[in-house]
């Protein structure tokens, strides 16, 4: 259970602005923070790893007090044991896969893990590899695995998929899911992608300004409440052609591309590029855009 | 003919030493000036850029002047350490240390601040403490500034001539280093010592040069 109550000055390219949340996860929870970048998100991750110090407020996890301000009081990071994959990954460059990994072991900490994560990960023949001549997705998965070596209590993902190709994207938010599954562990997950909020988390908060501007589930947030839909997909306008009377929209699905045809209706508000759900609502399926602010 | 190998071996001697000494010193220093944020900062940086810049001269008539007993800095060292700083090898030390100081700081320091902030985090979020992301996570990734820093400081010392005219004079075997012995010999018309110390100090400083562009080109390549 996680208790947060901060707030923080921060200083972005539109001006000064305050970032003031207060948020409630519970144990094992996926939570995905959701906003255009500079509106506070990884602030927010930093401060409950303990990189970076609120101005005021508290932070309790599991009953113990990280931060607060009125005792001036700051639990030091590396006593919090947050598991926090890097956006650039920071792999330590002068040792190998393994290396990395068995630096990560808490004092005193089997070394049957680090053998348990590179099975689990699938890491074996890259074991003796240095982080430099990997690629961008087995960096993220040695950087996952990292973060897990140590033991943490929670994990902290900043934009974890954001530099990969789209099957690889895909194939490490399986990876997350099933790992966060494994061991239980509460997450959350810095994100500007509507799908990948979509298809990890349980619950989403939207964050603009420094505050959270809605939560809920994925499909409450993004959905704006008008669906009655069975299926629901998270996608992207790819383009949108004339038909006579009706339009043919081509989208991206997941990695897939669907063509289907929507009436002028549902165009009008959609453009090219446009974030949308693709609700199978019976046999006609339906476009709704995605609302995010 | 018999060359005085004296010269020579206190040289080394006190580049080795000063190198020693300076790596105590330097690198914690250079780690805390590439993340402190402390307003002298400036100030700081251009204290060590000084002698850069600075007439050795300058800088000898200052540790001079400091050096002497009859100074409070002198006489301090002298009473209370048991050591005579002026025209005597450990007077030497100190000055190269100083002087030699921005030739180990600043490779270092820039070694320092070229790496990514997210090692250091990421050491700390593994629950790891200060000392062991320095002794295993930065240091062991800024091995060419470290290699360029050690060397640079330890050739400048050989090289070192200005400061320790000043304040070091001329006794043999204790202060007559290589370089002042060849202005020496100069002096005296005995141009064959001058040529032999002064080939010994070219190879071994081509030398030395040399093997770090040789090294670093090949840690480079490495890390590409």
């Known amino acids: ?293 | 003919m018999d060359y005085d190998l004296q010269p020579l071996l206190l040289t080394f001697k006190l580049a080795a030493i000063t190198t020693l000494i300076l790596c105590l010193i330097g690198i914690p220093f250079a780690y805390w000036m590439a993340y402190t944020k402390v307003r002298i900062k400036p100030v700081l940086e251009t204290l060590v850029s000084m002698p850069l810049v600075l007439p050795p001269s300058v800088l000898g008539f200052y540790l001079l002047l400091a050096f002497s007993p009859q100074s409070a800095f002198g006489h301090f060292v002298e009473t209370w350490i048991g050591l005579k700083l002026a025209f005597s090898f450990s007077g030497l030390v100190v000055a190269s240390v100083i002087f030699s100081f921005p030739f180990l700081v600043h490779p270092v320091q820039s070694g320092f601040q070229g790496l990514p902030r997210s090692l250091t985090e990421a050491a700390c979020t593994l629950g790891k403490s200060r000392w062991q992301t320095f002794v295993h996570v930065l240091l062991p990734n800024i091995k060419p500034s470290l290699l360029a820093g050690v060397v640079l400081s330890f050739a400048h010392t050989i090289g070192e001539f200005g400061v320790v005219m000043m304040i070091g004079g001329n006794l043999p075997g204790e202060t007559k280093v290589a370089a002042i012995a060849i202005y020496d010999e100069v002096e005296s018309l005995n141009y064959d010592a001058a040529n032999f110390y002064a080939l010994v100090l070219f190879s071994v400083c081509f030398i030395i040069l040399l093997s770090v562009y040789l090294l670093n080109r090949k840690m480079l390549v490495k890390v590409g």
């Open chain 1, 1 to 293: 259970m996680i208790e947060m109550d901060i707030t923080k000055k921060l200083f972005s390219a539109q001006g000064e602005f305050t970032l003031s949340l207060q948020l409630n996860i519970e144990q094992g929870e996926f939570i995905s923070l959701f906003g255009e970048s500079g509106a506070g998100k990884t602030t927010l991750l930093r401060c409950l790893a303990g990189l970076e110090k609120p101005d005021a407020g508290s932070i309790k996890v599991n009953g113990e007090t990280w931060f607060d301000s009125k005792n001036k009081f700051m639990l030091p990071p590396r006593h919090r044991h947050a598991g926090y994959m890097f956006q650039d990954y920071a792999l330590f460059p002068n040792m190998s896969v393994r290396g990395n990994l068995e630096f990560a072991l808490r004092p005193g900490a089997k070394r049957q893990r680090v053998e348990e994560l590179i099975e689990l990960m699938g890491l074996g023949e890259l074991q003796q590899r240095k982080p430099d001549t990997l690629s961008g997705g087995q960096k993220q998965r040695v950087a996952l695995a990292r973060a897990l070596a140590a033991e943490p209590c929670m994990l902290l993902l900043d934009e974890p998929f954001s530099a990969l190709d789209h099957a690889t994207r895909v194939r490490l938010q399986d990876e997350v899911l099933r790992l966060q599954r494994h061991y239980g562990l509460t997450t959350v997950m810095v994100s500007h992608d509507v799908s990948e909020v979509y298809k990890l988390s349980q619950r989403v908060m939207v964050i603009e300004q420094g505050s959270i501007a809605k939560q809920g589930s994925p499909a409450e947030v993004f959905k704006a409440g008008q669906s009655s839909g069975k299926f629901s997909f998270a996608g992207e306008v790819l383009d949108i052609e004339t038909a006579d009377v009706v339009f043919a929209v081509t989208l991206l699905v997941g990695n897939q591309i669907v063509r289907v045809i929507a009436t002028p209706d549902e165009v009008k508000n959609i453009k090219q590029g446009d974030r949308v759900m693709l609700l199978s609502k019976a046999f006609n399926p339906v476009l709704v855009p995605v609302r995010s602010s």
